[in-house]
Structures are given as C-alpha cells and as structure tokens.
C-alpha cells in the first residue's frame, strides 16, 4: 500500500479521497489555487501545495505543476478525482513517466472511451447493444443535417469529446438543426477544444440508468446500477441505486454489458457505463444502449457504496497498489435502497442560475451521509462549480429512503447563499417519482411547480419580524431580561421577502411573548415549556442572520432583507433598462447594437459561467440605447451589459 498520496482535485471528491486514505494509514497531499487558499480540502490534507491562480487552467488543469508537486512532496500516487485532469490520457503518461502511479484507468483505456463516436464503434465489436445514430468523420453541417433526417427526429446532438451535459442539443424538427449544432459546436470548443459532434436518435421516453464497474486491468466485476433519470439540462439532481422497477433479467444482461464494456478495453479501477434505456413499456433486456463510459469515479458514487457496503475509494488505492479485485462477482450483493441528492448554490427561481455567497451558517441532519468540501463560514467561489454537499440517505426499502430524503432535506439548513434544497424537497415529494415512474423528461414536464420560490404564511412572517427584531437569543430562546425596560412596548420592521414588502408591528407584552400585527392578519408568538409558540402552533423553526439577511427554517429556507429604516428604496423606471450580469463570467457573445429595436424576450447575450452558458434576454420591448460590454470581456456579478432607452424617451420619440 501506498504511504502517500497527492489529490489532483479540490472541493467534496479531494476531500472524500482524504477521508478513506486517513483510514487505511496513508497520508494525503493537497493542491490548491489562490482561491482555495483556506478551503476545507487543504485543511485535510497532511501537506498541501499552491499551484497557480484560481482559473483552473491556471491551477488545477495543470499537469506539469501538479506532477512536480507529487514529486517534491515524496507521495508516491496520484489521485484524479472527477473533471479536471481525471480523463486526460496526456497526464495519465506524464504521471507514469515521473515514475508514479495514477490512481485510475490507462491512457489507452480513457482514449478508447474518451471519443464517443469510437467508443460506440468499439462497444458494438463487443457486443454493447449502442442506440442508432451517425458517428462519423464528416462534419460538414450539411451532411450532419442529413444524418438527422436519415436517423429521424427527433435527434440529440452531442459533442464527441463531451460530459456533463455540455455540448449536447435536443432537436425536435429540421428547421432548428442548423441553430442547435453551432450552439452545441461552440460550447464543445469552450468546454473541450474539440467542436466535432454525432448524432443519435432521441428515445421519447428516456432513462439514464448506469453500471458501476471494477477492473483490474484484465477482469472486471459490476457493482449493480443507479438511476440517474432526474436530470435538467443533463446535469443529474437525484441518484438512486438500485433503478425502480429493474427485474434480475434485466439487471443481469445491463451488468454483464458494462463487465464486457469494461473488459473491451482493459479497465482498471473504477468506472461507470452509462445507459440510456427506453423506459414506455418497462425496463426490457433488448431495450437499453451503450451511451458512454465514465473512465473515473462518479459524482454519485455513494449510492452504490451504500447499497454495497463497499467503499470505492478504498478499492481504486488497493487495486492501484497491486492487490487483486477485493470481491468476485458472486460475492457482491444489494441492500437496501439509497438516494443522493446534489445541493447547489443556485437560484432555482431565477432559471437556476449559479450564486455565490459567504455560508453563513450550515447545519445538515445527523442521519444523512454528507459529502461536502466546505464548512460554515467557507465562500462559494464563482471559478468552480457552485456545489455545497451531497445529501445520502440508505433505508431498507425505497419507500422508507425516499422519506428519510425528504425529511433529511427539510432539516438541512443553510445561510448566506441561495440554495436548490427547496426544489430538492419538492422533487423528492413529487408523486410520479414517489412512485418509481422516472424518465429524464420528468422535471422538465413539473418545472414551474418544482421551481417554484417558497412563500412564507403569515406564522412564519410573524416569527421572522420578531427574530429581525433581535428578539431572539443565538441559543433560540428569548432574550435575556431587560428587555421591556430597554426598548418600546411597540416596535416596528420593515422586510423584503421574495420582492415583497412586509410591514410588521410588535408589541412586547413581556420576555418571550409579544404580539405581531402584520396589517392583514396577526399572531401572538410566545416562547414557552422550552419552545416558540406561533398561537397554538409549534414552531420547528431555526434562524441565521447575516447582516440585513434573515433565513427562517422552517420545513423550507424563507429568505428576509431587514429593511434599514432610514434608507428609502427608489426603484422607478430603471429597473427594466438594464441587462446586467447574473453572476461573475465572461461575456461569450452580444447580439445587440444601439439603435437596435428589441422584443420582450429576444436574446441580446450570452454569459459564460460556471462551466455553462447562459442567455441574457430583453426584460421587455425596446430600443437599445448603449453597448457596455464586447464578447470577450470577464465581468462581475451585476455588472451593466446593455441599456435600454427609458420608455419616456421612447414615447417621446
């Protein structure tokens, strides 16, 4: 075994590989960039090395720098993670060639799978049933277009070099072709350096489900399947293992495809085959197809660890040291039922839009696996994926997971950036995936009541009014004494909540009892035999402040802005002529010029961030009035891109 072992990676994967390498003796070595300076994963770490600025192709994309940290350092391994470097076969040899071990598949495995149009030509010599598609060498839009049409739509465009969703389009009719392959072709350059696609058909009724598969390098053995069909925009939300409604047929002739997918090749490590299965009439053995193989650990690993009582991570350092698979196929079982849920900071509300933030406060339930590479007070760089933690729950049946998800979720509480845990919440309640009936269409078909911001009723309203007022001690209980003699009997607050004004009285009848008059309706919340009161109502609810930002958790995270009394918010007009920055990026496209008529809707920008790209459309009809950013220029969050002419003017004119 290994003494020590350099983590090419940041965020909850370094910090997992750290915690199962701390287990099994061997000390871990950590990377960091100038952002990550006091991140978690390098507190962690026994050693940790700055490698370069916060962009990743200044810190963590480079190879060279990382390898040279390894061998100064003395670790004798490397450890990929997932994303950055962790499917690049070039460093794979350049680790091998300063005489150390990569902790993962060989170069020649990762490029044999890395290009999706030969890794389904070599999934079919190995008898991989693959979907109907065009894999070809000929980019040439027109002939890709009638590849389309010879294939039938509707298609999916992917880039041969793509993951994660990135570079990949849906095309339902021929006349959007042209549009969605240069959308696809320019997100596969900025994401890959490669703008070459394929085309498959499109299933109507689509489940992603894939296989966990263990090699040696010559054998390999499946860890059973997951089902990852809750995706938007081709990012996964909610992992399951086992898939609801697989039969032993079907998961016998899945596993045994990703045994000889993994064995084609000769894998080693861990690896998942991923498979899209036509989900209309059930899960049937001739009725999935090869997609891709993942040549890494996956994000949602942990549902299989659960399931199998096998820690992965354990398995790529033994198997990566030398030692043969750690169980045979025979030997391996499922328990019980596991879900994962991905939370992010994103403002779901807003198109899910990445956000930022200082988590101010960070509280998870005790019953949940939690993965996560920052603690409270840690920030959410705008450079890196914007995720928080991952939520596991394992129960004995699905039924009895699916509640401890839920009910895990609603106690999860986070403070200073916006999260998806609302959406999560819902999604986890909502009935067709209650009752097993998953495709990846599912969230987009419910998005509008899914997304949906939680509004705060008038009881938690009136707790929060008396939390803004400081009425409420930091152990949760009242204010100590003094209380009445130091402040009016009656006081007032103003908040802002989901845009929305809230004026509240309160009037302090003693310690811990008071009642709020928030104009339309009014409650007496009193604190008592150890607990707040909302009139007969128990309150479950626990709050975190930062500066003039309120959370109440209370079955959802409600978010409040104390309104400073002595500042008077003038919002006339402006509010709609400006297209500003949603978040920190880099200006991909501007499709506006002064002078320019616009609809309510028309795309003006495209924002590139978080690894994604993002449309900026007119607010409203209008005429554009300047130009303040290029295509090419790195803006801030807020940042003004394009004004509109004030609609006054426009009248005038």
Not at 415 to 434: E, M, R, Y
Not at 532 to 557: E, I, M, P, Y
């Amino acid at each position: 075994m290994f003494n020590k072992i350099l983590i090419a990676n940041r965020g909850e994967i370094a910090c997992r590989v750290m915690e199962t390498a701390r287990a099994m003796g061997v000390r871990t070595v950590a990377v960091y960039s100038d952002a990550d300076a006091q991140a978690k994963h390098v507190a962690l770490a026994d050693e940790a090395v700055h490698i370069g600025a916060a962009a990743p192709a200044e810190s963590y994309l480079r190879g060279e720098v990382i390898i040279a940290a390894a061998l100064e350092t003395g670790a004798e391994a490397i450890h990929p993670g997932y994303g950055f470097l962790s499917e690049n076969p070039d460093f794979v040899e350049a680790v091998e060639a300063a005489g150390l071990v990569f902790i993962g598949p060989s170069a020649k495995a990762i490029r044999a799978m890395g290009l999706k149009d030969a890794a389904k030509a070599l999934m079919e010599e190995a008898g991989v049933p693959v979907v109907p598609g065009y894999h070809g060498k000929n980019q040439d839009p027109e002939h890709l277009a009638g590849a389309a049409d010879g294939i039938g739509y509707p298609v999916l465009i992917k880039a041969v070099a793509g993951g994660g969703g990135k570079g990949m389009r849906l095309v339902e009719r021929p006349e959007d072709f042209m549009d969605a392959l240069a959308s696809a072709r320019g997100e596969a350059t900025t994401a890959f350096g490669n703008a070459d696609v394929l085309i498959e058909k499109y299933v109507t009724h689509p489940r992603h489900v894939e296989v966990q598969v263990f090699g040696d390098g010559t054998h390999a053995v499946h860890l059973f399947e997951r089902d990852c069909s809750l995706q938007r925009r081709h990012q996964k939300v909610i992992e399951e293992a086992p898939a609801p409604g697989m039969s032993p047929e079907v998961r016998e002739a899945m596993g045994q495809a990703g045994v000889r997918a993994a064995e084609a090749i000769g894998y080693k490590g861990a690896g998942t085959v991923e498979f899209i299965v036509d989900g209309s009439d059930g899960l049937r053995a001739d009725g999935f197809w090869f997609m891709e193989m993942n040549t890494r650990l996956q994000v949602e690993h942990p549902v299989t660890e659960a399931i199998t009582g096998v820690d992965l991570v354990e398995w790529q350092l033994r198997v990566a040291a030398g030692e043969a698979l750690p169980k045979r196929q025979e030997q391996l079982g499922i328990t019980g039922h596991a879900f994962e849920a991905r939370i992010y900071a994103e403002d779901v509300p807003k198109g899910f839009l990445p956000a930022t933030g200082t988590l101010s406060h960070l509280n998870f339930p005790e019953e949940a696996r939690i993965d996560s590479g920052v603690r409270q007070g840690d920030s959410i760089s705008p450079w890196y994926d914007p995720m928080i933690a991952k939520l596991v729950v394992h129960g004995p049946t699905r039924a009895v997971a699916l509640k401890q998800l839920e009910r895990a979720l609603r106690h999860t509480d986070i403070g200073g950036t916006v999260t998806n845990i609302a959406f999560l919440s819902q999604l986890s309640a909502q009935k067709d995936f209650a009752g097993g009936n998953v495709d990846t269409g599912l969230i987009e078909r419910h998005l509008e009541a899914l997304a949906e911001a939680p509004v705060a009723d008038s009881s938690i309203r009136a707790f929060a009014a008396v939390s803004a007022l400081g009425l409420v001690a930091e152990d949760g209980g009242p204010v100590a004494g003094g209380l009445v003699l130091w402040t009016p009997l009656v006081q007032s607050i103003s908040l802002d909540h989901n845009e929305a004004r809230i004026d509240a009285r309160v009037t302090v009848l003693g310690q811990g009892l008071y009642d709020v008059d928030l104009g339309e309706t009014s409650h007496r919340v009193h604190f008592d035999a150890g607990t707040w009161w909302v009139d007969q109502t128990k309150v479950r609810a626990r709050t975190a402040r930062s500066g003039d930002d309120l959370t109440v958790f209370w079955g959802n995270a409600y978010g409040f802005h104390v309104i400073d009394p002595l500042v008077r918010e003038e919002q006339a007009g402006a509010a709609g002529n400006l297209i500003a920055a949603p978040m920190p990026g880099q200006v991909k496209a501007v499709f506006a010029e002064a002078g320019q008529e616009v609809k309510e809707g028309d795309k003006l920008a495209i924002l590139e961030a978080m690894k994604m790209e993002h449309s900026l459309l007119a607010a409203r009809d209008g005429v554009v009035a300047e130009v303040l950013a290029h295509a090419g220029d790195q803006v801030q969050d807020g940042a003004p891109l394009i004004r509109l002419e004030d609609e006054a003017d426009e009248a005038a004119a």
